[in-house]
């Protein structure tokens, strides 16, 4: 079966905080991720990350760097996905699939993690998003979730 098209944005903020949503709907419900859903037939890869963002998190996001692609799910819920990163400068306020918005910094990112409460690749994601970024040094700020 073909994967589905989606998006993801990993959005950082001044202090290298990194913006979670917690998902509302299947798969991984009540789980941490990034911002983010599938894209519409005739939108762009832009346009959809775009629209994304501004529904789950109220947020209009800036320009957006092209990270990566993966794949994530299996048969009928299968997607490849485009992942973006860029700054994110305004507080969030949750919409849409999101149940709630949250910035974390590394140490809530790992605990997070380890406890389970994060879609399955999202350290590994926002871990190679931190490393291209400029501002930052590649490391995201330390403090409490």
């Known amino acids: 079966m073909t994967p589905r098209l989606a998006v993801s944005a990993c959005l950082f903020d001044p202090q290298g905080r990194v913006l979670l949503v917690k998902r509302r709907n299947a798969p991984y419900a009540g789980r941490w991720s990034l911002p983010g859903g599938r894209v519409e037939p005739g939108e762009s890869l832009a346009e959809a990350v775009h629209r994304e963002v501004l529904e789950e998190t ?4 800036g320009p957006l760097t092209f990270l990566c692609r993966i794949e994530a799910g299996e048969g009928v819920r ?27 910094d590394r140490f809530a990112l790992a605990r997070l ?3 389970e409460d994060t879609t399955p690749g999202l350290i590994e994601i926002v871990t190679m998003a931190q490393q291209r970024l400029p501002v930052s040094g590649g490391t995201l700020a330390s403090g409490g979730l």
Not at 58 to 61: D, K, L, R, T, V
Request: net charge negative; glycine share 12%; proline share 3%.
């Open 58 to 61: 109220g947020i209009e996001a």
């Open 78 to 104: 299968s997607f490849e996905i485009a992942v973006f990163f860029g700054p994110v400068d305004r507080s969030a306020q949750a919409g849409g699939d999101a149940a709630a918005t949250e910035l974390v």
């Open 113 to 115: 993690a380890e406890s």
